[in-house]
């Protein structure tokens, strides 16, 4: 899985996160989502909730990080519909069951 620094240079290489970008993150969600021209084509699957269904199909893409803060939190990104835009969660709880992304070395 991409580290929470690898993330973070995409999203600059992209245009930048909601949290800290002139476009607030807008040109990176347009250029990652699926059909988008970086061809990292991601998808909004939305996370698990307390009780054990899927929420939030088709308005968020949430991806893990493969950094972690303690065995129970990590950050990860977060595609928001709705804003149409990337933004950085620093605490996720890993009990989300959120998607990831592998790379390639």
């Given at each position: 899985?991409?580290?929470?620094?690898?993330?973070?240079?995409?999203?600059r290489?992209?245009?930048?996160?909601?949290?800290?970008s002139?476009?607030?993150g807008k040109a990176?969600y347009?250029?990652?989502?699926s059909?988008?021209?970086?061809?990292?084509?991601?998808v909004?699957?939305?996370?698990?909730?307390?009780?054990g269904?899927?929420?939030r199909?088709?308005?968020?893409?949430?991806?893990w990080t493969?950094s972690e803060n303690?065995?129970m939190?990590a950050?990860?990104?977060?595609f928001?519909k709705?804003?149409?835009a990337?933004?950085?969660?620093?605490?996720?709880?890993k009990?989300?069951?959120?998607?990831?992304?592998?790379?390639r070395?």
């Amino acid at each position: 899985m991409p580290t929470d620094d690898e993330w973070q240079q995409l999203a600059r290489h992209y245009g930048g996160l909601g949290n800290d970008s002139p476009e607030k993150g807008k040109a990176t969600y347009s250029a990652l989502l699926s059909g988008g021209a970086s061809g990292f084509n991601a998808v909004l699957g939305g996370n698990r909730s307390g009780d054990g269904k899927y929420d939030r199909l088709q308005a968020h893409g949430f991806y893990w990080t493969g950094s972690e803060n303690d065995p129970m939190t990590a950050p990860f990104y977060n595609f928001g519909k709705g804003s149409q835009a990337l933004y950085r969660q620093p605490q996720g709880q890993k009990q989300m069951a959120v998607s990831v992304r592998c790379v390639r070395e």
